[in-house]
C-alpha cells in the first residue's frame, strides 16, 4: 500500500476492500504528518489531550483539514465534493467506507477510524454531543462553498462564524475531553467567535482571490461602498480602512478577555492554560499591531518544539505530549501587552 498525493487528496493505492483494514497506527500516524506538515496550531492541539483522545482528535482534524484544502483549490465544485463527503460520513457511520475501482482516499480510513473510535471509547452524550457538531461543520462548509462570489448580511456571517468556528472548538473540547465543566460550551462559542472574526480580517486577501468577500453588507454601508460589492481593488482598500479594523479589533478584545476570565474559574490547570495561549495567541496580532490582511497568528515556541520532535509520530506524540503542558504554562504576550489589552478593552475610547 502507497499513499500518492492527487488533487482529491492523499490517495491509497491499492486500496483495500474496507478502510478498517487500514492499520489503526497508519491512520494514526498519517493523519499527524499531514498536520505537522501544516504548522504548530495544526499540529500542537493533539499533543495536548491523552493518548486514546490525542489519536482520535488527530485523524478527525486531519480529515476536516484535507477537505477543506481540496474544496479551497480553485475550480472545483465544492458543493458536490461536499455533498459526497457527506455520504462518505453516512457510510462510516453504517459501518465502514467501501473503496472504488481499487483506489481510496486516505482521509476516508481516517475518517472510518475516527468513527470507530468514537463509538468505543465515549459515551452517549458524547457521541451525540460529537454527531451534532459534524452536522454543523458540514453545514458550514455548504453555506462557504454557497457564498462564493456573494456579500453575506452580518447576521448570516455570525450564522457562518457559529457554524464553523465555534462548532470545531465544541468538537476539539469534547473529543479532547478537556476538565472544563459547565464552561465548555460557552468558551467554544467566545473563542470562536474571536478566532472567526480574526481569521476574516487576517486571510481577507487571499479568501477574496478564491471568490470570498469577507466583509458584510452592513460594513460596505458604513464604509459607504455598498454600491461597489464586486470591485476587488476597492474591497482591498476597504479592508485596510483604519477605523473598519479598529472596531473589529475591539470587538474581538473583548470576546476573548472574556474568554479569559471564564478561563480563571477552570480548577483544571490545564484546561486553564490552554484558553489563557489561546487567547494570547489570537490577540497578539492586535496588540502586537500585525492586525492587517495577510499577517498571521503563531504560537511562539512551537516551530522550535517541532523541530526537537522526532519523526516517528507516536514517539513524537509521547515527547510532545509532556513538553507542551510545560509550553502552555508560559504566556504569549508580554505583562505590559496584556494590561494595554484590558485597558482598550475597558476604555474603548482610548486608541492607541
Given at each position: 500500500m502507497r499513499v500518492v498525493a492527487t488533487s482529491s487528496?492523499?490517495?491509497?493505492?491499492?486500496?483495500?476492500?474496507?478502510?478498517?483494514?487500514?492499520?489503526?497506527?497508519t491512520c494514526v500516524r498519517t493523519a499527524r504528518k499531514y498536520l505537522r506538515l501544516r504548522d504548530f496550531l495544526h499540529y500542537g492541539s493533539q499533543l495536548i489531550p491523552e493518548r486514546i483522545e490525542s489519536e482520535t482528535w488527530s485523524m478527525a482534524w486531519a480529515?476536516?483539514?484535507e477537505v477543506d484544502d481540496v474544496v479551497d483549490r480553485p475550480n472545483v465544485d465544492a458543493t458536490a465534493i461536499l455533498r459526497n463527503e457527506w455520504e462518505k460520513v453516512e457510510e462510516a457511520l453504517a459501518g465502514g467506507v467501501a473503496c472504488r475501482e481499487g483506489r481510496g482516499l486516505l482521509r476516508h480510513a481516517w475518517l472510518d477510524r475516527f468513527?470507530?473510535?468514537?463509538?468505543?471509547?465515549?459515551d452517549s452524550r458524547e457521541v451525540s454531543r460529537v454527531l451534532e457538531t459534524i452536522r454543523k461543520l458540514y453545514e458550514s462548509a455548504l453555506m462557504d462553498a454557497y457564498r462564493r462570489g456573494r456579500l453575506l448580511?452580518?447576521?448570516e456571517m455570525m450564522k457562518l462564524i457559529y457554524y464553523k468556528a465555534v462548532a470545531f472548538f465544541d468538537l476539539y473540547f469534547t473529543l479532547?475531553?478537556?476538565?472544563?465543566?459547565?464552561?465548555a460550551p460557552k468558551l467554544a462559542e467566545l473563542l470562536g467567535v474571536g478566532l472567526g472574526m480574526l481569521d476574516d480580517i487576517l486571510d481577507a486577501f487571499y479568501d477574496l482571490e478564491s471568490g470570498y468577500i469577507n466583509l458584510t453588507r452592513e460594513d460596505l454601508e458604513e464604509l459607504q461602498a455598498l454600491a461597489h460589492p464586486n470591485d476587488r481593488a476597492m474591497i482591498k482598500r476597504l479592508l485596510a480602512n483604519r477605523r473598519f479594523l479598529r472596531a473589529k479589533a475591539l470587538y474581538i478584545l473583548k470576546v476573548l478577555l472574556r474568554a479569559r476570565s471564564i478561563a480563571w474559574k477552570l480548577r483544571d490547570p490545564l484546561a486553564r492554560n490552554l484558553v489563557l495561549r489561546l487567547t494570547e495567541v489570537f490577540a497578539a496580532p492586535i496588540l502586537e499591531g500585525r492586525f492587517v490582511p495577510g499577517a498571521k497568528y503563531f504560537f511562539k515556541g512551537g516551530r522550535i518544539l517541532l523541530k526537537l520532535l522526532p519523526s516517528d509520530e507516536m514517539l513524537a506524540y509521547e515527547i510532545g505530549h509532556k513538553l507542551v503542558k510545560k509550553l502552555l504554562s508560559i504566556p504569549q504576550l508580554t505583562p505590559a501587552l496584556i494590561k494595554l489589552w484590558i485597558r482598550l478593552?475597558?476604555?474603548?475610547?482610548k486608541q492607541r
Open positions: 487528496g492523499l490517495l491509497i493505492e491499492p486500496c483495500p476492500k474496507k478502510f478498517r483494514e487500514v492499520p489503526y497506527l480529515y476536516i483539514r468513527f470507530e473510535n468514537l463509538f468505543e471509547y465515549y448580511s452580518r447576521r479532547a475531553r478537556f476538565r472544563m465543566g459547565t464552561y478593552v475597558e476604555e474603548p475610547g
